[in-house]
């Protein structure tokens, strides 16, 4: 709302000295490389933090309103409602010429007569006083307290414990551009009091209370700073001669805390003050006034602040502060090696900015590839921390919960090799088992000193074994939290949950870091001893085969490619990481292919360029690696990427990039795969048999347990997808780099992995989408296939269990005896398995049905659990799987491979599912319209009409044969709309002849600039008009639709609920079960949901 507000302020022009000193302050921020964004771009971030200062403002003040720390101006519960508006009133009778605006300000100003409420609202620095609101925009604000239910005022804020921590859920919450931007996620009670225990506690056994520093360099909403005082407070109290105002302002001087974000400082100022005020007795404002309160916590960058200046205040005048930052108020903040404690939650994102970027590489030597902030984080705690003296006493405490990416994906090799060595870190421990609410990602806690390490001595781990089996109602009371908590202090402990060790700093020197407890380290250790050479060294290439980075536009379908005439030759398959499953690739989307197949260059064809035109200038302004598309050389129409010397040769291995269990899948040749299913590429010369030598055991449990030692675990809490419990269910990052460590025993499963590869075949043939292609199938026949299907899945589950089996005996993971009694040599004696039979689950259902544990796993594969052989097996393998259920409950190490996480799910979606969705022609991919009689493109009850009675077909019910059937393919109507919206906004964009947030002019058909453009974006062979003296042909419309006149599409945009950025881009709004981090819905700030939709701008166009 107050977003809009001062949004719409600025386009109309009615803020043009703002507007001016916000181009000014861009400036000066590009000049000083503190943020390479172009103006647009930066004045949204400014605006929404200006927003959000208004509405903090009424925060503050109704908080002390209701509080009774002052008199109430704009709200209030029973009576003081009334009062707070004769108080307006009676100021508009003095001030004739006020707006809401000015009576706003007035409030603020009851707030500032305490120097702490002074730094609240310094004009200087808060963002409300840079974009004025409206006199509209504050009525509405006021008029937003003021609502009332039938029981009362919906926002009642009295609290006689003047609790503030709902201020942390709305600084979480409040503005999700600002969430995304700062990676807004507060740190817990519980995990904050852990970090404090082990970090401060003894600070202030070591150094006493008196004169100990702390700080918290990424501050957030104070929870760490607000522990921290408690402590502070409880330890100065021991000192008698002082009275409780004088405690607390002694604690308070000790705490000190920077964040980035200025909403985030105004709130801990505003917790920490009151937090001060409650310990002194103070109970109103008028107390407070005159008495010093100095709250030392500063807006700023933590990482840049105090690193670029020679002498104080150079920052300032060399024009490298920000307007809202003020760390150069406080001379000995962020003084490095000055602080006894240093505490935080670092932000888990990835620097997107590339002039932030680049200075943070410069000042932080562990930055490395696209790392996260919590590296450059990492090595600036323990830089702020005291270092030690020379006796090795005096070190600063060091503490910090982070995201666990460091640890296994490559940007973390320099923290941990090179940076790490040189500190003593006492503690790493693994909370990714443990809930943490918010956290998505897994986390990691680390705690250490700033001296150098005895490179003898150990470093306390605690390895996890078992996550939470469910979300636990208290998360501080979960199974795996309070296994930390009781056993830290007892190395050599174990439970279901964790194992506590002391390892070897020597363990923890080199990367990746494994943190898996229960034996996982020694069966990884044996796993690699087994070797014979890793995969890299066998002239294998793991990488990407292309990115287009604008897949909505060239993965549209056979459909609409065919209806616009591009030719056979520029369509091939691109596949993702998501239809690699299961030795196949599961109906990959048919898309263009800008490129000749002879020599693999791109081909500028006329058919090609007319179905690109309307997305040139987006596709043209593409970057990878700091440049843009025609920066780099390449043609605008080509995709993004495109490593060619991975197509020469047709035979490809591709894997799924994130995925829970490990897929790898032979194709042999023609089609394309994208960024999210990498490939692997084996020497030239190499055989068929190479590469199902290689299938084979990569697509084992065995190396499922490896990679999910060695890669990076994405988390147990995905976007819009619940906290996920069950271990099998986290989805892992395998990369081509980790694979290229892959330890090869001497010999591989390739007869194994022939038969599996020639089953994989069988499937695809005997899918719905595979059949409707030779013609439309009777009822018999879809039964036939059906039932062939079903046969030829369950053949596969057998021989997947039969492979796994062989590659422990490959890896020596069995004896010579153990092997003859569980390794089945004859596949012919092995009957096929449905889920549910394999030895593993016989094992998890008969510990389910005796209450020691509880797995969704049978209900989500759609199995059947059974405890017992069944009885139609012969007796030789009814033998074979009892010898193999003996063998994982006596061998640990096992036990740990044969389990849901590293076995095969085999959780593609059944037969009958795809049935059903070709029924109704929905398919999977955007973009696919059937096309009616006239030619045009149908909509949704065309296609119905069209279908007949094929609703009536699958099922059964009757009919001998299905009209049309399933013969829609790819002629379906989508069932997502993400790339529809996607392609409308590139559309428009083009059609606009603008990029994302240039706000220019559409040139003119005689503007030398669009012949400019033209000239650039369209080779000279495709322009045959000119050299044929007849007139160019118009770019084709938006494909599939009426028009590609920008107006249609601002109509279209209202009518599928695009809303506008309002600078010339688009936006898809938030929805359930979106991907996007940022699409959630708003109001989860704790006692007062509708705060958060004061902030945001509802969707226009």
Aim: proline fraction near 6%.
């Amino acid at each position: 709302m107050i977003e809009r507000d001062l949004d719409d302020q600025l386009d109309r022009g009615e803020l043009p000295e703002e507007l001016t000193g916000l181009r000014a302050a861009h400036q000066r921020a590009t000049t000083a490389q503190r943020t390479a964004a172009d103006f647009d771009t930066w004045r949204a971030g400014e605006v929404t933090q200006s927003a959000v200062a208004w509405v903090l403002g009424t925060v503050f003040v109704r908080w002390c309103e209701d509080n009774e720390l002052i008199a109430p101006m704009l709200s209030g519960p029973d009576h003081r409602m009334a009062d707070a508006q004769d108080t307006q009133s009676a100021y508009f009778r003095t001030h004739h010429d006020h707006t809401n605006r000015h009576w706003l300000l007035t409030c603020f100003d009851a707030l500032r007569r305490s120097d702490a409420g002074a730094m609240l609202f310094d004009p200087e620095h808060n963002p409300a006083y840079r974009i004025p609101v409206s006199h509209d925009g504050a009525k509405a604000l006021i008029g937003f307290w003021r609502t009332q239910r039938a029981d009362g005022l919906v926002h009642d804020f009295r609290d006689e414990a003047w609790d503030t921590r709902f201020l942390g859920d709305l600084y979480q919450d409040l503005s999700e551009r600002a969430k995304d931007q700062y990676a807004l996620l507060q740190t817990p009670e519980f995990v904050e009091k852990f970090i404090l225990k082990y970090t401060l506690e003894p600070a202030l056994a070591e150094f006493g209370h008196e004169g100990l520093r702390l700080i918290d360099p990424t501050c957030g909403s104070g929870h760490f700073l607000l522990g921290a005082f408690d402590r502070l407070v409880e330890a100065w109290r021991t000192d008698t001669r002082l009275n409780d105002t004088e405690v607390a302002r002694r604690a308070l001087d000790s705490v000190h805390g920077v964040d980035i974000n200025p909403f985030a400082v105004a709130i801990a100022r505003f917790r920490l003050m009151l937090a001060a005020w409650r310990v002194a007795g103070i109970s109103t404002i008028d107390q407070a006034a005159g008495q010093r309160w100095a709250v030392t916590i500063a807006t700023g960058d933590s990482l840049l602040a105090n690193r670029r200046e020679t002498f104080e205040g150079m920052d300032v005048e060399a024009g490298l502060q920000l307007a809202a930052e003020d760390t150069h108020e406080f001379p000995t903040l962020l003084d490095i090696g000055s602080y006894h404690v240093v505490v935080g939650n670092p932000p888990y994102i990835v620097m997107r900015d590339p002039a932030l970027n680049r200075e943070y590489r410069r000042y932080y030597t562990a930055c490395h590839r696209q790392y996260q902030l919590t590296v450059p984080f990492a090595q600036r705690f323990f830089e702020l921390a005291r270092p030690a003296e020379e006796d090795g006493r005096g070190a600063g405490y060091v503490g910090q919960i982070t995201s666990n990416a460091f640890m296994k994906r490559e940007f973390g090799t320099k923290l941990i090799e090179d940076f790490f060595p040189r500190v003593d870190l006492t503690h790493v421990i693994d909370t990714s088992g443990a809930f943490i609410p918010g956290h998505g990602t897994p986390t990691v806690i680390l705690i250490g000193r700033d001296r150098r390490p005895d490179l003898d001595g150990t470093i306390r781990a605690v390895l996890g074994i078992r996550g939470e089996p469910s979300q636990p109602p208290v998360p501080a009371e979960g199974n795996v939290w309070r296994a930390i908590e009781s056993q830290v202090d007892h190395p050599g402990s174990e439970s279901d949950w964790i194992t506590v060790v002391d390892l070897p700093r020597s363990r923890l020197a080199a990367h990746p870091w494994s943190l898996s407890g229960g034996g996982a380290d020694e069966l990884l250790t044996a796993v690699e001893r087994a070797g014979v050479h890793v995969l890299g060294s066998t002239g294998t290439e793991p990488g990407t085969g292309a990115v287009t980075r604008e897949d909505a536009v060239y993965m549209v379908g056979s459909g609409p490619l065919r209806r616009h005439g591009i030719p056979d030759r520029f369509v091939r398959s691109l596949v993702e990481g998501d239809v690699t499953r299961d030795w196949r690739l599961a109906d990959p989307v048919a898309s263009l292919w800008p490129y000749r197949d002879d020599t693999l260059a791109a081909d500028p064809d006329e058919s090609v360029i007319r179905w690109l035109w309307p997305y040139r200038l987006q596709l043209s302004s593409r970057v990878a690696f700091g440049k843009t598309q025609i920066e780099h050389g390449r043609s605008w129409f080509e995709y993004s990427m495109f490593f060619a010397n991975r197509f020469r040769i047709p035979d490809t291995i591709a894997f799924a990039f994130v995925s829970t269990h490990n897929h790898f899948v032979l194709d042999r040749g023609g089609k394309v795969f994208i960024r999210t299913a990498p490939v692997i590429k084996l020497r030239e010369g190499a055989t068929e048999d190479d590469h199902l030598r290689l299938l084979g055991v990569l697509n084992s449990s065995t190396a499922c347990f490896w990679l999910k030692q060695v890669c990076h675990d994405k988390g147990s809490q995905g976007v819009n997808e619940g906290f996920k419990s069950q271990a099998w269910e986290r989805f892992f990052e395998f990369t081509g780099t980790k694979l290229e460590q892959f330890p090869l025993s001497e010999a591989l499963p390739l007869d194994r992995a022939r038969r599996l590869d020639d089953l994989a075949q069988q499937l695809n043939a005997s899918t719905p989408q595979a059949i409707v292609v030779q013609a439309p199938p009777s009822r018999n026949r879809l039964v036939e296939v059906r039932d062939e299907y079903q046969r030829v899945r369950a053949r596969m589950i057998a021989e997947q269990e039969e492979l796994d089996w062989d590659v422990y005996q490959r890896y020596g993971l069995l004896s010579e005896s153990e092997a003859a009694a569980v390794v089945i040599a004859d596949p012919a004696t092995v009957p096929a398995l449905n889920l549910g039979e394999r030895a593993f689950e016989i094992i998890l259902a008969r510990r389910v049905a005796a209450g020691e544990t509880d797995t969704q796993w049978f209900v989500r594969h759609g199995s059947i659990p059974i405890t017992e052989l069944p009885d139609h097996w012969p007796d030789d393998y009814r033998r074979v799987v009892q010898a193999r259920i003996d063998l994982i409950e006596k061998r640990r190490d096992l036990a740990l491979i044969e389990r849901p996480e590293c076995k095969r799910r085999w959780s593609a979606e059944d037969w009958d599912a795809q049935a059903e969705r070709r029924r109704f022609g929905r398919q999977r991919r955007e973009g696919d319209l059937p096309t009616a009689p006239g030619g045009e493109a149908a909509g949704v009850r065309g296609q119905q009409a069209a279908c007949g009675g094929v609703g009536r077909g699958v099922d059964g019910q009757g009919r001998d044969d299905v009209p049309v059937a399933l013969v829609a393919g790819r002629d379906g109507t989508p069932s997502r709309r993400g790339g529809v919206r996607h392609r409308a906004r590139l559309r428009h964009r083009g059609h606009l002849d603008v990029g994302a947030g240039d706000r220019r002019r559409r040139p003119g058909p005689g503007d030398p600039a669009r012949r400019a453009t033209h000239r650039r974006l369209v080779p000279p062979a495709t322009r045959p008009h000119r050299a044929e003296g007849r007139s160019p042909e118009l770019p084709l419309p938006v494909p599939g639709h009426r028009s590609g006149s920008p107006r249609v599409w601002a109509v279209a945009a209202v009518v599928t609920g695009l809303g506008g950025a309002g600078r010339g881009t688009t936006r898809a709004p938030a929805h359930h079960g979106s991907a996007d981090p940022r699409a959630r819905p708003a109001g989860r700030c704790g006692r007062h949901p509708h705060l958060a939709g004061l902030v945001g701008r509802p969707a226009r166009v």
